[in-house]
Nanobody
């Protein structure tokens, strides 16, 4: 079973930055498609960014140019660098580890963008 632990969320002012981390155990981030998703109150969970085994990245249109997903295979950790944050980015952010055999989720980390 893959366990994912997210960290790095918090309260930030509009225009600020945060870096989320997701550390995996029981599975290699380098052998999966890793993703960040978010869910705002009253809304469905949505894709934010993914990175494939081959390192190909994909972003939601709303975060392109502001967010960057990256991976550290040695630390078995995936990151989400978030810049130019705005209140619409407020949500619980979830890490996802996906292979053809299983789909694992972290517990989520809260990001709140407010002045």
């Amino acid at each position: 079973q893959v366990q994912l632990v997210e960290s790095g969320g918090g309260l930030v002012q509009p225009g600020g930055s945060l870096r989320l981390s997701c550390t995996a155990s029981g599975g290699m981030v380098s052998l999966a498609t890793m993703g960040w998703y978010r869910q705002a109150p009253g809304k469905q969970r949505e894709l934010v960014a993914t990175i494939t085994r081959g390192g190909i990245t994909n972003y939601a249109e709303s975060v392109k140019g502001r967010f960057t997903i990256s991976r550290d295979n040695v630390k078995n950790t995936v990151y989400l660098q978030m810049n130019s944050l705005n209140p619409e980015d407020t949500a619980v952010y979830y890490c996802n580890h996906r292979t053809p055999y299983r789909d694992s989720w972290g517990q989520g980390t809260q990001v709140t963008v407010s002045s």
